[in-house]
């Protein structure tokens, strides 16, 4: 099954119409809560962290969920997708942002370079990166913050 919905043409005038009226995302995470993050939920993305297949480790990698200690075990995984979906989360705790700064894959630095939560220090250190990807991309990150 799809999580894809296509709206028919009825719907999406009936949005249009109703857009001047439309609530703030404030208001609308008011009326419609996070749901609770439970145990299982911190079992299940513990569990989800040691699967052998890396897209299943990437699922675990991306949640804004997941524990301090297993974003520093998929901080150190063998798979450079693993880690780069860690390098550009932003529920990613500092420390472990910057144990990724030195990561040996230039698509992980690259994917740091751009997260907006990462300390200054780990900044610094991918301002003189080696890859000349991964400089251009930190100038495009700090010509972007500073419009």
């Known amino acids: 099954m799809s999580c894809i919905r296509f709206n028919t043409p009825a719907q999406r005038a009936q949005m249009r119409a109703l857009a001047p009226s439309m609530i703030t995302a ?18 299940r993305l513990r569990i989800l962290a040691r699967d052998s297949n890396p897209k299943i480790r990437e699922s675990a990698a991306s949640s804004h969920n997941t524990p301090v200690d297993v974003f520093e075990t998929l901080a150190r995984d063998a798979d450079e997708g693993v880690r780069a979906c860690v390098a550009r989360n932003e529920y990613a ?31 610094s250190a991918l301002a003189s990166d080696d890859n000349a990807t991964v400089q251009r991309l930190v100038r495009w990150k700090t010509e972007l913050a500073s419009t």
């Not at 404030?26 to 079992?43: C, G, M, R």
């Not at 705790?93 to 220090?121: H, Q, T």
């Open 93 to 123: 705790p500092c420390d472990v942002l910057r144990m990724l700064a030195s990561d040996p894959s230039e698509r992980v630095r690259g994917f740091l370079a751009i997260n907006f939560y990462v300390p200054d220090d780990a900044m």
């Open 26 to 43: 404030e208001e609308a995470a008011a009326l419609h809560p996070a749901p609770e993050v439970t145990d299982s939920k911190i079992a």
